[in-house]
């Protein structure tokens, strides 16, 4: 599942290392032909992450269209709650609700090649068309916008106007961000690869074992 334990660098750190790819899937079961993330199988690791003394961080790898909110909010959440230090770094896309995700982490890393891109949320099936389902919408919106700015040097009213762009996309609203674009607008904090990405999660490793044997 894309999970696996990286431990043969020179520190000799452990090292969790998480993929994040495809389609998140939620509540419901994406088509059998889709490559998906099921947020029930990352949401356990994540778990034994946090309980397991041995490991020393976590590097989440991110090449993804987005999909289910409440799934890639609760993954998001819980990766920004994870007590060992932990870097993310975007391969290709990170996309929708991957946003958030890779925000998450304590510093993020984009390839210049990768693109992010932030819309409006959308719906499936039959909406209501009233006003308490606008409302609904909109505070589901307001969740992601404020984790996001939280997690990030983005504001809040800067990535609604992101999302409410009309000059990108050519069926949807919204904006796409490659790399670069992405850190100068403050959601990532650096452009770089896999060796930029560990290496600073070795760095902040060894500051929070300084912390810890300065107590």
Do not use: C, W
């Amino acid at each position: 599942m894309g999970q696996i334990t990286l431990n043969e660098n020179a520190n000799k750190y452990k090292v969790e290392l998480l993929t994040i790819i495809g389609e998140v899937e939620g509540h419901e079961s994406a088509p059998s032909n889709s490559k998906t993330t099921k947020y029930e199988h990352v949401l356990p690791r994540l778990a034994t992450i946090e309980d397991d003394e041995s490991v020393d961080g976590l590097l989440v790898l991110l090449n993804t269209v987005g999909g289910d909110v409440e799934a890639g909010l609760a993954i998001a959440e819980m990766i920004a709650s994870l007590s060992v230090p932990t870097v993310s770094l975007v391969l290709g896309g990170g996309h929708s609700i991957g946003v958030p995700m890779a925000v998450s982490a304590d510093y993020s890393f984009v390839v210049p090649s990768a693109t992010m891109v932030i819309h409006p949320v959308r719906t499936n099936g039959m909406f209501i068309g009233v006003a308490q389902s606008y409302r609904n919408m909109e505070k589901i919106q307001d969740r992601i916008t404020t984790f996001i700015s939280n997690h990030s040097h983005t504001s809040q009213e800067r990535l609604e106007e992101l999302m409410l762009d009309t000059t990108q996309l050519v069926k949807d609203v919204g904006t796409l961000l490659e790399g670069p674009e992405a850190v100068r607008e403050g959601l990532i904090d650096e452009v770089g690869g896999m060796k930029e990405a560990l290496g600073k999660l070795y760095e902040l490793i060894g500051e929070e074992k300084s912390k810890t044997t300065e107590k």
